[in-house]
């Protein structure tokens, strides 16, 4: 078992040579001892944790031995120089939940007093900064923050404004469990965290992608219901005129087969090429058509039934979900 196997991966020359003499030294380590590094049963486990970049303003807690952060601090995107904090915004406090940092490694100088005398050391660390692209997981919590653009947001209908409080779920899937319900609701107080009258009622979008070029508003399910009902009935009328007209047209035409009228040498016989056309029309017509109306106004009949009756096997609102 190759004891490398056990880092975590990252494109870099220094590091692999790191690795390589991590590998060597631990291949010296008896079994007892170096199985205990593996970190089963939650034991603490050997591995490649990047050094947060703390700033002064700072509280840091860290998982013992393990990339598992909370930082209480300012609104910081990135690197010190990045955020409302840089800045020296006020009400722009933060609070940051991240697990899985990502670092890269950096040459850092360290200045000590050794028996009096100061001494610089240097060496290469591997530091992480906030990346709100590369880092696994994260709750990121801002009283002041420009959160779409810190996170790549497309702004949709519903973007908010800059300079507000934020807080955005990030991680390869998230999950919002509720044992009983779940709301989404937008603009449930007059004013925003800043005081500010809050005049437009932003709605919810839902963008798939990242792409908002195709953004359409959500359809109201009633509505459509109801719309749809007035097409079926409207469907049914004229399939039931057409019915009408369709036996009117079978009468007239049996009419006009069996139809005379007087000349000047008598009386005139039907007209038998007339009477072979309304004969095989009529057959047609009762044979095909009739039949296929009436099937069809018992499809409608049916489909309502299905798609538009709450009881319907197929009935097009949600019996649980609603939007405004």
């Known amino acids: 078992m190759s004891a ?16 390589e003499q991590t590998r060597v030294m631990l291949e010296t380590i008896p079994e007892d001892i170096y199985i205990k590094q593996k ?36 609104d910081k995107p990135a690197s010190a120089a990045s955020g409302y904090g840089s800045v020296g915004a006020t009400q722009a406090s933060a609070i940051d939940i991240c697990v ?38 994260r709750i990121y919590i801002s009283e002041r923050t420009d959160i779409d653009d810190y996170f790549g947001i497309q702004a949709g209908k519903a973007g908010g404004l800059n300079g507000l409080s934020g807080i955005v779920v990030k991680a390869d899937n998230v999950r919002l469990v509720a044992r009983e319900g779940i709301k989404l609701v937008t603009r449930t107080d ?19 992608g990242n792409d908002a070029s195709g953004l359409q508003p ?13 097409m079926v009935e409207d469907i049914r009328n004229i399939t039931s005129m057409l019915h009408s007209i369709t036996l009117a047209q079978a009468s007239l035409e049996t009419m006009l087969t069996a139809h005379s009228h007087p000349s000047t040498g008598g009386v005139a016989f039907p007209s038998i090429e007339l009477g ?13 058509d009739v039949p296929a109306q009436i099937k069809k106004t018992f499809e409608n009949v049916l489909e309502e039934i299905e798609y538009l009756k709450p009881y319907g096997t197929k009935y097009i609102n949600s019996m649980s979900n609603h939007v405004n």
């Open 39 to 74: 970190g089963y049963g939650h034991r603490r486990k050997i591995e490649k944790v990047p050094v947060y970049n703390q700033q002064k303003n700072e509280k840091v807690l860290q998982g013992p031995g393990s990339n598992s952060w909370i930082v209480f601090g300012k």
């Open 100 to 137: 899985g940092r990502v670092g890269d490694w950096k040459t850092i100088t360290q200045t000590k007093m050794v028996k009096g005398v100061e001494k610089k050391t240097t060496k290469r660390e591997l530091v992480a900064e906030n990346d709100f692209v590369r880092d696994a997981a």
């Open 218 to 230: 959500m359809v109201k399910g009633e509505n459509l219901r109801d719309l749809l009902r007035y």
């Open 190 to 208: 007059e004013k925003n965290s800043k005081g500010a009258n809050t005049d437009v009622i932003m709605g919810v979008d839902i963008i798939a």
């Open 276 to 288: 072979v056309y309304c004969s095989v029309s009529q057959i047609r017509r009762l044979v095909f």
């Open 4 to 19: 490398s196997d056990n880092f975590i991966s990252i494109d870099n020359k220094e590091l692999e040579i790191l690795d």
